[in-house]
């Protein structure tokens, strides 16, 4: 667990920091800071899908994990839950919206999925030390536009990241490459749906998509994959 309490303790760190430097920055450099995380978001959402799609073995998995997972997700709604709280803080900078993002980038990209497996299984936490720089300096700039809320996203990557581990750790014989691989895709493809919503291109519900993570698990169940 040792990583991930590191990769928490950066993403503390960082809003800590960004949101000092909040006051002190005009309003047009957060938001040039801030598209810049939305192009960020979109490359790395697009070299995870490219990495995932080259080393899956079904991609009808893949495609079904998206479609059922957005039908579950629609039914369970999600995002309009959280765009409810959101609705509490508007005319101001909505955190609730810095959360979702947060929470998207820290928490569904690869290296925050597949670095505490290798921590379970393996014992290396290389993937994770990297994945704290990333993400220290991602919550800098996410603070700067959102301020301290930013920190609650720490909260909810060590809850993900920690059943992750502990999942992995009593699993270990399910954990597979090609379900690696097939995570890998879905995160991409949210990561790459963030960066959309960061740059204002579309509106996607990304919230409602997350049930789209688990359904890999249920093919691995049924030896689909």
């Known amino acids: 667990m040792l ?16 949101s000092l430097l909040n006051k002190g920055i005009e309003e047009r450099f ?4 801030i598209q810049g995380m939305g192009f960020v978001a979109m490359a ?18 893949f495609i079904l994990s ?12 999600l995002d309009k839950k959280i765009d409810l709280i959101g609705k509490k803080y508007e005319g ?35 993937m994770l030390y990297a994945n704290a720089v990333l993400d220290g300096i991602t919550s800098i700039i996410l ?12 909260v909810i990557l060590f809850i993900w990241q920690g059943s992750i581990y502990l999942g992995a750790s009593v699993m270990q014989d399910i ?7 097939q995570l890998t895709l879905i995160g991409g493809i949210f990561i790459l749906a963030t960066g959309i919503n960061i740059l204002g291109i579309a ?22 994959i």
Do not use: H
């Not at 998206?66 to 709604?77: K, R, S």
């Not at 993002?101 to 290389?126: H, K, Y």
């Not at 954990?175 to 691989?181: K, R, S």
């Open 3 to 18: 990583g991930t309490i590191v990769n928490t303790a950066t993403i503390f760190a960082g809003a800590t920091i960004g």
């Open 30 to 33: 957060k938001e040039r800071t």
């Open 44 to 61: 790395i959402g697009i070299s995870n899908i490219s990495k995932g799609m080259g080393l899956i073995d079904n991609p009808l998995v």
């Open 66 to 77: 998206i479609a059922i997972g957005a039908i579950l997700g629609e039914w369970i709604n």
């Open 92 to 126: 101001t900078k909505n955190p609730v919206q810095g959360i979702v993002i947060g929470m998207v980038l820290f928490c569904v990209g690869a290296l925050s999925i597949v670095g505490p497996i290798e921590s379970a299984i393996r014992g290396d936490n290389t």
């Open 143 to 154: 603070s700067i536009n959102y301020g301290i809320s930013i920190a609650f996203v720490g």
């Open 175 to 181: 954990i597979t490459p090609e379900l690696l691989n």
């Open 203 to 224: 509106k996607i519900k990304i919230l409602n998509f997350l049930p789209a993570l688990f359904i890999p698990f249920i093919a691995k169940y049924f030896g689909i």
